[in-house]
């Protein structure tokens, strides 16, 4: 029984002790309300599975409340978990519950009516749902009184522009419809609260307020070479913590090295045979993807352009659920890169293959249907099974699976632990770069849409139950229909019930999350890379996020599992530090790239020159690495441009690598970073020390990116002599060779 159960139960009691026999007197339903379910009893979140049986309040994880669908409202009396607030009855009290919307956006109030004595129970939710407050013995005429004040000070219904939404506008238009907000389908000549767009940031321009749910960059950042480039610098620092990201190579710069690599494995070692998956950098939905044995069947070019692609070692033993593999989509929301917040739907699917799973042999590799579990790919199969059912079927829900695995004895909670920390990991892997694009289309001071997104993240669990990352996808898919074939060729969209349970409750949660009157949780956010760790996360009771005035609603779908576990994962954010010098000396509004003088600023800002390592080095190690990073772009014109236009923040976080390594020769890499970190970070709290008592006694003072660029002006020095160049680059391609990047097995099979 939920605390809200509990706590209204004691109240019912207390009022009988008085004297006010409610049994008799039937209900007095002024407004019926259907109360959710709590929230531990929703999800696959393991707080609240257990095997069936044990735990009756919390055997039901169907999620069947959640979500609902205009043909489906009734459908929720079947939710075994669900109770409704009539259930009350059955604890000897006979009452009927109104909930007064909150209407000024201070607090949800609950009145309990007891028939026929004109007295009330009323109370306070709590933004968790609990009832607080009680205020026993209040006229029925008086709490109206109230309520039409209150209406009179009814909050402006939230806006959406939902004009851009495309394929997510049924799902969208359903949760809209649940909250009460207002719908803005054509778009608005004034500023709506919340855009709603289909695909990138750029879909609607000129956005200028209220919130947006794409961030600038996320397509960019979550490609597949540039999501593996991401998780293998952390891979670097943290090869333990992020070793849920099958080992890659990126085609086709580290063609070579994948040869090279693979040919010595089989050599140590002749009863080693591999298999690797590529897949095409820009792909979605299983195009263009293949399995291959041996790196001369990789199919390098595209007519004359070598083909951009990421090639992993493909995991050969995955769990089975019916002899099919399949794999997890979850659906994450980053609420904000600033302070970051993550969010994890508690509910999520599963896609299942069509063709019985055999570990890859020379015959097998090219059945998808066996390997692939893209829906878009097995909804072309004879034997995929449409169900309406959570439970079986091609598509099931993630609570589904999780509930069915539980009751084979698997730990779940531990599953689910580690599906946690694995979201948590790679969002702080692609958090730096992202603050890069952020800054750059929404910089400081410029008015602008705050944003926000839901991703969908791919995840496989091996054999042994350890989940493994397939990819991050900036555009989930949020239909609600799938496509029948209605008469041989001809495919109609018809309305799929997994979908729509799972995918409204997501959005519409996230609007919660997202509602501009939400009064926002204090949030205490320690610096980024300070302090303990301890990755394992423990498993608390749920605090149920409602906002005050969602009475009706059920709890939310989304948990908030960052800055929840700050204090497990924040000693990973250190390229996010890395990023916030790159930022600090980017300068410019809208620039992304630091050019050869701003480099050099930062070196002498922070003090990093001296005389075994002088500004003509400096100079070369910039000139170095730029092309290097510039040789790594498909198009040769691009690259050239590049290697003029600047440094990246990839290519800024190896010229940081090497020159914590130079600097802190006998550390790890991991504690060479953090020295050269704390050490720039030291220098720049000194240097605006000075500038801040500059600044003061000269009224003109320039804002800081602009101070620090111009510091570097004076002096350009670009030129260096030849045989200094020469060791510096030595020097650089030494620290390159030694560098472990793909050389680690990141997962055993
Ligand atoms: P896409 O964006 O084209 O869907 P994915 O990376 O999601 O590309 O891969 C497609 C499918 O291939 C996945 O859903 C999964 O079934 C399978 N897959 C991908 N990577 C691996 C891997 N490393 N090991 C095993 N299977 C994989």
């Given at each position: 029984?939920?605390?809200?159960?509990?706590?209204?139960?004691?109240?019912?009691?207390?009022?009988?002790?008085?004297?006010?026999?409610?049994?008799?007197?039937?209900?007095?339903?002024?407004?019926?309300?259907?109360?959710?379910?709590?929230?531990?009893?929703?999800?696959?979140?393991?707080?609240?599975?257990?095997?069936?049986?044990?735990?009756?309040?919390n055997?039901?994880?169907?999620?069947?409340?959640?979500?609902?669908?205009?043909?489906?409202?009734?459908?929720?009396?079947?939710?075994?978990?669900?109770?409704h607030?009539?259930?009350?009855?059955?604890?000897?009290?006979?009452?009927?519950?109104?909930?007064?919307k909150?209407?000024?956006?201070?607090?949800?109030?609950?009145?309990?009516?007891?028939?026929?004595?004109?007295k009330?129970?009323?109370?306070?939710?709590?933004?968790?749902?609990?009832?607080?407050?009680?205020?026993?013995?209040?006229?029925i005429?008086?709490?109206?009184?109230?309520?039409?004040?209150?209406?009179?000070?009814?909050?402006?219904?939230?806006?959406?522009?939902?004009?851009?939404?495309?394929?997510?506008?049924?799902?969208?238009?359903?949760?809209?419809?649940?909250?009460?907000?207002?719908?803005?389908?054509?778009g608005?000549r004034?500023?709506?609260?919340?855009?709603?767009?289909?695909?990138?940031?750029?879909?609607?321009?000129?956005?200028?307020?209220?919130?947006?749910?794409?961030?600038?960059?996320?397509?960019?950042?979550?490609r597949?070479?540039?999501?593996?480039?991401?998780?293998?610098?952390?891979?670097?620092?943290?090869?333990?913590?992020?070793?849920?990201?099958?080992?890659?190579?990126?085609?086709?710069?580290?063609?070579?090295?994948?040869?090279?690599?693979?040919?010595?494995?089989?050599?140590?070692?002749?009863t080693?045979?591999?298999?690797?998956?590529?897949?095409?950098?820009?792909?979605?939905?299983?195009d263009?993807?293949?399995?291959?044995?041996?790196p001369?069947?990789?199919?390098?070019?595209?007519?004359?352009?070598?083909?951009?692609?990421?090639?992993?070692?493909?995991?050969?033993?995955?769990?089975?659920?019916?002899?099919?593999?399949?794999?997890?989509?979850?659906y994450?929301?980053?609420?904000?890169?600033?302070?970051?917040?993550?969010?994890?739907?508690?509910?999520?699917?599963?896609?299942?293959?069509?063709?019985?799973?055999?570990?890859?042999?020379?015959?097998?590799?090219?059945?998808?249907f066996?390997?692939?579990?893209?829906?878009?790919?097995?909804?072309?199969?004879?034997?995929?099974?449409?169900?309406?059912?959570?439970?079986?079927?091609?598509?099931?829900?993630?609570?589904?699976?999780?509930?069915?695995?539980?009751?084979?004895?698997?730990?779940?909670?531990?599953?689910?632990?580690?599906?946690?920390?694995?979201?948590?990991?790679?969002?702080?892997?692609?958090?730096?770069?992202?603050?890069?694009?952020?800054?750059?289309?929404?910089?400081?001071?410029?008015?602008?849409?705050?944003?926000?997104?839901?991703?969908?993240?791919?995840?496989?669990?091996?054999?042994n139950?350890?989940?493994?990352?397939?990819?991050?996808?900036?555009?989930?898919?949020?239909?609600?229909?799938?496509?029948?074939?209605?008469?041989?060729?001809?495919?109609?969209?018809?309305?799929?019930p997994?979908?729509?349970?799972?995918?409204?409750?997501?959005?519409?949660?996230?609007?919660?999350?997202?509602?501009?009157?939400h009064?926002?949780?204090?949030?205490?956010?320690?610096?980024p890379?300070?302090?303990?760790?301890?990755?394992?996360i423990p498993?608390?009771?749920?605090?149920?996020?409602?906002?005050?005035?969602?009475?009706?609603?059920?709890?939310?779908?989304?948990?908030?599992?960052?800055?929840?576990?700050?204090?497990?994962?924040?000693?990973?954010?250190?390229?996010?530090?890395?990023?916030?010098?790159f930022?600090?000396?980017?300068?410019?509004?809208?620039?992304?790239?630091?050019?050869?003088?701003?480099?050099?600023?930062?070196i002498r800002?922070?003090?990093?020159?001296?005389?075994?390592?002088?500004?003509?080095?400096?100079?070369?190690?910039?000139?170095?690495?730029?092309?290097?990073?510039?040789?790594?772009?498909?198009?040769?014109?691009?690259?050239?441009?590049?290697c003029?236009?600047?440094?990246?923040?990839?290519?800024?976080v190896?010229?940081?690598?090497?020159?914590a390594?130079?600097?802190?020769?006998?550390?790890?890499?991991?504690?060479?970073?953090?020295?050269?970190?704390?050490?720039?970070?030291a220098?720049?709290?000194?240097?605006?020390?000075?500038?801040?008592?500059?600044?003061?006694?000269?009224?003109?003072?320039?804002?800081?990116?602009?101070k620090?660029?111009?510091l570097?002006?004076?002096?350009?020095?670009?030129?260096?002599?030849?045989?200094?160049?020469?060791?510096?680059?030595?020097?650089?391609?030494?620290?390159?060779?030694?560098k472990?990047?793909?050389?680690?097995?990141?997962?055993?099979n």
């Amino acid at each position: 029984m939920s605390d809200h159960y509990v706590k209204v139960k004691v109240q019912l009691e207390q009022m009988k002790s008085c004297g006010e026999d409610a049994e008799k007197e039937g209900v007095d339903a002024e407004e019926q309300l259907s109360v959710s379910s709590p929230p531990d009893s929703v999800s696959p979140d393991p707080t609240s599975i257990s095997v069936a049986g044990r735990d009756e309040s919390n055997t039901s994880i169907t999620c069947k409340h959640r979500g609902k669908s205009r043909s489906k409202q009734g459908k929720d009396d079947k939710n075994s978990s669900g109770k409704h607030i009539s259930d009350l009855s059955l604890h000897g009290s006979v009452v009927s519950a109104h909930v007064g919307k909150n209407l000024n956006g201070l607090g949800q109030e609950r009145t309990l009516h007891i028939k026929g004595t004109g007295k009330i129970l009323q109370g306070k939710s709590e933004t968790n749902g609990n009832f607080v407050t009680i205020h026993a013995s209040k006229s029925i005429q008086d709490t109206r009184r109230e309520d039409g004040f209150k209406l009179a000070r009814k909050r402006r219904p939230v806006t959406v522009d939902t004009s851009k939404a495309k394929t997510s506008l049924e799902a969208l238009k359903i949760s809209i419809k649940q909250l009460k907000w207002k719908e803005f389908p054509l778009g608005r000549r004034a500023a709506c609260d919340i855009y709603w767009h289909g695909v990138s940031f750029h879909d609607n321009e000129n956005i200028i307020s209220g919130q947006v749910n794409k961030f600038p960059g996320m397509i960019e950042m979550l490609r597949k070479i540039n999501m593996s480039r991401a998780v293998r610098t952390m891979q670097e620092l943290f090869p333990e913590e992020y070793n849920f990201y099958p080992r890659s190579w990126i085609l086709p710069e580290e063609y070579q090295q994948f040869s090279t690599q693979i040919r010595m494995v089989k050599e140590n070692d002749c009863t080693v045979n591999p298999t690797f998956i590529v897949k095409p950098d820009g792909g979605s939905q299983g195009d263009g993807i293949y399995l291959i044995r041996d790196p001369s069947d990789l199919k390098l070019m595209a007519g004359s352009q070598a083909k951009q692609a990421v090639v992993q070692e493909y995991i050969q033993k995955p769990l089975l659920i019916d002899k099919l593999k399949f794999d997890i989509r979850l659906y994450v929301l980053i609420k904000s890169l600033e302070p970051l917040e993550i969010y994890i739907a508690k509910e999520g699917l599963t896609r299942f293959c069509t063709e019985p799973y055999q570990e890859p042999s020379q015959k097998n590799l090219s059945h998808v249907f066996m390997h692939l579990t893209n829906y878009s790919l097995n909804v072309h199969s004879g034997n995929f099974v449409h169900s309406d059912s959570q439970s079986t079927g091609s598509k099931r829900t993630l609570s589904s699976v999780l509930y069915r695995l539980a009751a084979k004895g698997v730990d779940i909670k531990k599953v689910w632990s580690d599906i946690i920390a694995l979201v948590i990991k790679t969002v702080i892997a692609v958090v730096p770069e992202l603050k890069v694009y952020y800054q750059a289309d929404i910089p400081p001071g410029k008015p602008g849409p705050t944003c926000f997104q839901i991703l969908g993240f791919d995840i496989l669990l091996m054999k042994n139950l350890k989940p493994v990352l397939l990819e991050v996808n900036s555009n989930p898919s949020m239909r609600i229909e799938h496509e029948k074939e209605v008469a041989p060729g001809v495919f109609e969209y018809v309305p799929s019930p997994v979908d729509e349970e799972v995918k409204v409750g997501v959005i519409r949660d996230t609007l919660r999350l997202m509602d501009p009157g939400h009064k926002k949780p204090a949030i205490s956010q320690p610096r980024p890379g300070g302090s303990e760790h301890r990755e394992e996360i423990p498993i608390e009771a749920e605090t149920q996020e409602r906002s005050p005035d969602e009475g009706a609603l059920p709890s939310l779908c989304l948990k908030q599992v960052y800055p929840k576990y700050t204090k497990q994962f924040n000693y990973l954010r250190l390229v996010e530090r890395i990023a916030a010098l790159f930022i600090r000396f980017l300068g410019v509004k809208g620039n992304m790239r630091l050019g050869p003088t701003a480099f050099r600023t930062f070196i002498r800002t922070c003090k990093l020159s001296n005389s075994n390592f002088t500004m003509a080095s400096v100079d070369i190690l910039y000139i170095d690495i730029t092309r290097r990073w510039s040789g790594t772009m498909p198009d040769s014109r691009e690259a050239a441009t590049l290697c003029f236009s600047g440094m990246g923040l990839q290519a800024f976080v190896e010229a940081f690598f090497f020159l914590a390594g130079r600097r802190f020769k006998s550390l790890v890499l991991r504690e060479q970073v953090v020295s050269l970190l704390e050490l720039c970070e030291a220098q720049l709290q000194s240097q605006s020390g000075v500038e801040d008592r500059r600044s003061v006694s000269c009224s003109r003072a320039l804002p800081r990116a602009v101070k620090t660029q111009t510091l570097g002006l004076t002096n350009p020095q670009l030129g260096s002599p030849a045989p200094l160049r020469r060791a510096v680059s030595q020097d650089y391609r030494l620290h390159q060779r030694l560098k472990p990047r793909t050389l680690r097995a990141n997962v055993e099979n």
